[in-house]
Structure formats: structure tokens, C-alpha cells
T-cell receptor
Framework: AQTVTQSQPEMSVQEAETVTLSCTYD???????LFWYKQPPSRQMILVIR??????QNATENRFSVNFQKAAKSFSLKISDSQLGDAAMYFC?????????????FGTGTRLQVFP | DSGVTQTPKHLITATGQRVTLRCSPR?????VYWYQQSLDQGLQFLIQ???????AKGNILERFSAQQFPDLHSELNLSSLELGDSALYFC??????????????FGSGTQLSVL
């Protein structure tokens, strides 16, 4: 079974600085999808960025980018120019392309605080 | 707004009781997923329904059950509630959910407190 591990329960960053959130996963599959979700105090789960394992190029979405290291099974999220609105819980998630389902397997999350 | 509606937003009940959580998926979505978010276990996948049929099952307790109705809304029934069942229960939906890497749209959750 696949597992996702986020080893940083909490992180903090100064406004306008850069922060990196870590995520590792365990799988025997060669093809899969990885995601970062943001959960602000409103509780809404918001998709931040996604990465297909067969793509070597790291995904980017504006200030958000990932460092995908397939051999190391690592998928970290870098937030550049941090803003107060980035404060939230961040969840890393894995999806298998098999099993005829689009269910996500989540890590335990990292709470990000942003200080002015 | 994701288009996924969950009711109620908050629910307070006592141990041993039974509750029903409701989810209406986005218009046109056939798949519904239920997740439980607790402080100690994070976000756990419970179960998925596709067009009325169970598609995938995760860490769902025997005291919990779910179903999806012909109008595609889904209900999660939690019975013989224990203190440890206190959690945020999310519903998500997708168009088909058949392993084609579709985007999941999440509701805002139902916060269940068991006293």
C-alpha cells in the first residue's frame, strides 16, 4: 500500500521570504500522480499544484513550485514571496493510476505560519 | 465555491448516538468520496461511490456506512458513536472517478463533535 509522509508538523516563514515543505512517499508503482493541497481556516481543500510522475520537469504555478525527486520518492513544495494568505495547512497527496478510482492518499499535513 | 454541498456544517451529539451526514456533488459529477480528518490520523479515505455503486473502500469502520442515491447525493451514516469519531468529515466529487486522474472538488466539511 502507498503511504505519504510529511515530517514537518509546523513551519513558519517571514512575509516575502521563501519556504519549502517536505513530503516523501512510498510506492512500488512506476507511474502515479502527486498533489499539494492547501487548507486555510475556512477548511476548504484547495488544489495548489500537481505533478505526473512520468514528467521529469517540475511543475510550477505562479509562486508555487515543486522539487520532484522520483528516485528518492520526494516531492517538496516551494512557496516563493510568501504572503499572509499562504498561512494554512498543506497536505501532500498521492494518487495511483490503477484500481479504477481517483481516490487520494494524504499525508498528515504541515501547518504553515506566515509572519509579517 | 467548489459546488459540493455538505450538510450540516456542525454536528454535536453524544456517545452511542447515530448521525447522518449529507453530501450533494457538483452538477454532473457521478463519483462521491468521503474522507475523515482528525488530529491524530490526518485525512483518511473512507469510501467512494460511483453512480450509486461502491467503487473503492478505505479505512471505514464497520459502524460507518454510506450510500449514494439515484439523484447522486450521498449520505454517510455513523452509528454507536465514540469520542474518537470526533472529526471533520469531507465529501469530494469528480466527474467519473474511474482512474483517469480527474480533479476532485471538496466540500467544506461537516465538523462532528461527540461528547
Amino acid at each position: 500500500a502507498q503511504t505519504v509522509t510529511q515530517s514537518q508538523p509546523e513551519m513558519s516563514v517571514q512575509e516575502a521570504e521563501t519556504v519549502t515543505l517536505s513530503c516523501t512517499y512510498d510506492t512500488s508503482e512506476s507511474d502515479y500522480y502527486l498533489f499539494w493541497y492547501k487548507q486555510p481556516p475556512s477548511r476548504q481543500m484547495i488544489l495548489v499544484i500537481r505533478q505526473e510522475a512520468y514528467k521529469q520537469q517540475n511543475a510550477t504555478e505562479n509562486r508555487f513550485s515543486v522539487n520532484f525527486q522520483k528516485a528518492a520518492k520526494s516531492f517538496s513544495l516551494k512557496i516563493s514571496d510568501s504572503q499572509l494568505g499562504d498561512a494554512a495547512m498543506y497536505f501532500c497527496a498521492y494518487r495511483s493510476p490503477f484500481g479504477n478510482t481517483d481516490k487520494l492518499i494524504f499525508g498528515t499535513g504541515t501547518r504553515l505560519q506566515v509572519f509579517p | 465555491d467548489s459546488g459540493v454541498t455538505q450538510t450540516p456544517k456542525h454536528l454535536i451529539t453524544a456517545t452511542g448516538q447515530r448521525v447522518t451526514l449529507r453530501c450533494s456533488p457538483r452538477s454532473g459529477d457521478l463519483s462521491v468520496y468521503w474522507y475523515q480528518q482528525s488530529l491524530d490520523q490526518g485525512l483518511q479515505f473512507l469510501i467512494q461511490y460511483y453512480n450509486g455503486e461502491e467503487r473503492a473502500k478505505g479505512n471505514i469502520l464497520e459502524r460507518f456506512s454510506a450510500q449514494q442515491f439515484p439523484d447522486l447525493h450521498s449520505e454517510l451514516n455513523l452509528s454507536s458513536l465514540e469520542l474518537g469519531d470526533s472529526a471533520l468529515y469531507f465529501c469530494a466529487s469528480s466527474v467519473a472517478g474511474r482512474g483517469r486522474n480527474e480533479k476532485l472538488f471538496f466540500g467544506s466539511g461537516t465538523q462532528l463533535s461527540v461528547l
